[in-house]
């Protein structure tokens, strides 16, 4: 089975502070992305990334940033943390082909104090 | 991205089929209509995919219209596990593999 590993299951963080979030996949994945949930908001994309060290912004990326310097490595960062983004963060990877199906991680919780 | 419109929620009873419908008129040519499901306190899950046929796997079938504009989720026999939000998405295969999420079903399960 895929697997997707998030670093971390909960996070306590202060304002202005560097968050770095941290996701793995194990199946040799072209594709990774990073959403954020929020109720009545549902998922939303952040960035995702077809290649390494290839990104591409998704629907929100303001305030965020994304790494990938390995292919199995797709790293979220929050240069300087703010109450807003106190959300569930979720990362995902996916093959192109046959179907583009997401494996998705567990999430992680953040909470910015 | 071409839209989908799902019911907020449903309720079905234990060991019954469960049909979730999810309309989406305007849905182009290249669109794959794509389910997932988000259990409680977990990550989506991949259900089950489509583009004209109907599909089945061991998880549910999908049922597509003739004109494409609308589709069902089937579950055999519903399940407590089953409890979960369903989403239906469109994923166009000529723009990348972009998944938009939108409100999903919120299925609820009696015993």
């Known amino acids: 089975d895929v697997k997707v590993t998030q670093s971390s299951r909960y996070l306590v963080k202060r304002t202005g502070e560097k968050v770095f979030l941290e996701c793995v996949q194990d199946?040799?994945?072209?594709?990774m992305f990073w959403y954020r949930q929020d109720p009545g908001l549902g998922l939303r994309l952040i960035y995702f990334s077809y290649d390494v060290k290839m990104k591409e912004k998704g629907d929100i990326p303001e305030g965020y940033s994304v790494s990938r310097e390995k292919k199995e490595r797709f790293s979220l960062i929050l240069e300087s943390a703010s109450t807003n983004q106190t959300s569930m963060y979720l990362c995902a990877s996916s093959l192109n082909f046959p179907a583009g199906r997401q494996f998705f991680g567990p999430g992680t919780r953040l909470t910015v104090l | 991205d071409a839209k989908t419109t799902q019911p907020n929620s449903m309720e079905s009873n234990e060991e019954e089929p469960v049909h979730l419908p999810c309309n989406h008129s305007t849905i182009s040519g290249t669109d794959y209509i794509h389910w997932y499901r988000q259990l409680p306190s977990q990550g989506p899950e991949y259900v089950i995919h489509g583009l004209t046929s109907n599909v089945n796997n061991r998880m549910a079938s999908l049922a597509i219209a003739e004109d494409r504009k609308s589709s069902t989720l089937i579950l055999h026999r519903a399940t407590l596990r089953d409890a979960a939000v369903y989403y239906c998405?469109?994923?166009?295969?000529?723009?990348?593999?972009?998944?938009?999420f939108g409100a999903g079903t919120i299925l609820r399960v009696k015993s």
């Open positions: 998405i469109l994923r166009d295969v000529g723009y990348g593999n972009k998944l938009v």
């Open positions: 199946m040799d994945h072209e594709n």
